[in-house]
């Protein structure tokens, strides 16, 4: 069974240009949560899709968003990008109401300079 | 407001003996805890979780042990093996939010031959 799946997975963008990682979850998985993790704040979460509908949010400014697709695939963006937006996004796959466990893909590592 | 914390940045392990790595939380409304492990340029991989129904919860090495009065849940390792050096990340669920996992800063754990 394949895992999930993020693309790109290295990225280096300008301050001020914008971002838009995708998430392939697991099949059978329909819900997609987000998550950035930095050295100084460690693992945060930042939304949860299921349904293509936001179900969840973290205390994230309005430059992230996000969007889940009919098949489960979700992508999230990142607008004016600043320096502090370097870091590693990293989405994670779940059943959701059958347990909470969640599986995670292998991060994209956004650089912004 | 860290919800969740993991006081040991990094702890040390002879091999074949036993690891333990202790996480505490304070927001009454977790209901769910989860251990993940971190190889560099990966995702977290799930290992093993327990519901605030019980107070043990093992999976061939691996044992988690919550103590909710304490508001305190430990994962022990026993025998440690070299393949376990990784950072390891206790999680947390709340009710309501369940696939909103607040992270603890991990403890990086070395298992020495």
Request: positive net charge; contains cysteine; glycine residues 8%.
């Amino acid at each position: 069974k394949a895992g999930v799946t993020q693309t790109p997975r290295y990225l280096i963008k300008t301050r001020g240009q914008q971002v838009t990682l995708s998430c392939s979850p697991i099949s059978g998985h329909r819900s997609v949560s987000w998550y950035q993790q930095t050295p100084g704040q460690g693992l945060q979460f930042l939304f949860e899709y299921f349904s293509e509908t936001q179900r969840n949010k973290g205390n994230f400014p309005g430059r992230f968003s996000g969007r889940q697709f009919s098949n489960s695939r979700s992508e999230m963006n990142v607008s004016t990008l600043e320096l502090g937006d370097s870091a590693l996004y990293l989405c994670a796959s779940s059943r959701r109401g059958e347990s909470y466990e969640q599986y995670f893909g292998p991060g994209t590592r956004l650089t912004v300079t | 407001d860290q919800q969740v914390k993991q006081n040991s940045p990094s702890l040390s392990v002879q091999e074949g003996r036993i690891s333990i790595l202790n996480c505490d939380y304070t927001n009454s409304m977790f209901d769910y805890f989860l251990w993940y492990k971190k190889y560099p340029a990966e995702g977290p991989t799930f290992l093993i979780s327990i519901s605030s129904i019980k107070d043990k919860n093992e999976d061939g090495r691996f044992t988690v042990f919550l103590n909710k009065s304490a508001k305190h849940l430990s994962l022990h390792i026993v025998p440690s093996q070299p393949g376990d050096s990784a950072v390891y990340f206790c999680a947390a669920s709340a009710v309501g939010g369940a696939q909103k996992l607040v992270f603890g800063q991990g403890t990086r754990l070395t298992i020495n031959p």
